[in-house]
């Protein structure tokens, strides 16, 4: 999903992976409600099968992909100082500031930022008291993405993250569209919809494990995934369009993301992506296994033994016209999927 360069992500990895606390807690409750630990596997299948997405630090391969997956040029943007573009991004659409530390809830942020009120929410049929009740970015009191030096930049933009907290605040630049840190806000409102709705199964309660987070990360793992799911299917992205498009460049892509989210947990856990280190993001050619083959996660779990010359196939029926093998002359194969792999006797000693 990323579009950055070679360079780049390899920089990216080898770094620490900055976050603030409230967007690494919203995706390790993520990861840790789709790829658990179960230690109740040992006895049965064996220490290998206990791990789980945090073991590996899935959390900053979902992170990092989301952070790098737009990149905005400078030129494109309007309202932009001394610009005869006239190109038809606004400026707005890509800067956002949730301010909770004032007199009302975290959802009277959000209700300013989208410049709506109570009744407003009334009137989309949402419950505005019960939204109020449920909603909580945590910890954070200031919330803002903004470009660093848009009215000097030409190119790749740059935005700046600000996550303020009580007693600390997180500052970081990139050159894409932080999408990461902004979907975790939007998974809090979505999960206080939830929630005021009664679509939870189990009662949500502040969570030891991810202090950081906010609403999401209060409900029991099960719900967490309902959750999600209601912006693929339950009309929550329909409902709550209002409340999202301040925050999101497009709505839209939010289905997307869930969907992604899902996709990505397979590329990170099940794939040997954990045990290349710092040449997770080179060319096939250089990567290198910085984790001794019989130790990485997914191989133990999955008993997979790496590559290894033979295992031939026959698949010349897969090719119209098949390969000129004396041996199949007679056979009669289809030239499309439908058949054996691995015919005895036929294609050579291989």
């Known amino acids: 999903m990323s579009n950055a360069t070679l360079a780049e992500a390899q920089a990216a990895v080898a770094d620490s ?3 603030d606390p409230h967007t690494a807690d919203t995706y390790r409750s993520i990861v840790d409600a789709i790829v658990p630990r179960t230690p109740e596997l040992e006895d049965e299948l064996g220490p290998e099968h206990v791990p789980g997405g945090l073991d590996v630090e899935l959390e900053k391969f979902l992170i990092w992909d989301f952070n790098h ?7 494109m943007v309007t309202e932009k100082a001394g610009s005869s573009t006239g190109l038809q991004m606004p400026r707005g659409t890509f800067e956002v500031t ?6 009302g ?41 903004a470009f660093e030096d848009l009215d000097a930049a030409e190119g790749a933009a740059n935005f700046e993250i600000r996550v303020t907290t009580s007693d600390e605040e997180y500052h970081q630049v990139l050159r894409n569209y932080p999408y990461a840190p902004v979907f975790t806000v939007v998974f809090d409102l979505v999960a206080a919809e939830f929630l005021a709705r009664g679509q939870n199964e189990e009662s949500p ?36 369009d209002e409340l999202l498009s301040p925050m999101v460049p497009d709505v839209g892509i939010l289905k997307f993301v869930v969907m992604a989210i899902n996709g990505l947990h397979g590329f990170g856990y099940y794939t040997e992506w954990s045990g290349y280190g710092s040449t997770k993001t080179a060319t096939p050619n ?17 008993g997979y033994p790496g590559p290894a010359p033979g295992y031939a196939a026959d698949w010349r029926h897969a090719v119209p016209g098949g390969f000129k093998d004396p041996k199949a002359k007679n056979l009669h194969l289809p030239d499309d999927l439908s058949g054996d792999d691995v015919l005895d006797g036929v294609g050579g000693d291989s």
């Open 286 to 302: 250089d990567r290198e296994l910085e984790t001794p083959a019989g130790e990485v996660q997914s191989r133990r779990q999955s």
């Open 105 to 145: 809830s975290d959802l009277d942020a959000v209700l300013e930022l989208a410049d709506l009120s109570l009744l407003d929410l009334a009137d989309l049929g949402l419950d505005g008291d019960a939204l109020e009740e449920h909603l909580t970015f945590g910890p954070v009191e200031r919330f803002e993405v």
């Open 69 to 75: 997956f737009q990149e905005i040029r400078s030129e």
């Open 205 to 240: 309660a502040p969570n030891g494990q991810f202090p950081g987070g906010g609403t999401f990360t209060r409900l029991a793992p099960r719900d967490r995934l309902r959750c999600l799911w209601t912006i693929v299917d339950g009309g929550a992205v329909d409902r709550l």
């Open 98 to 103: 949730i301010d909770a530390t004032g007199p």
């Open 17 to 19: 992976l900055p976050s």
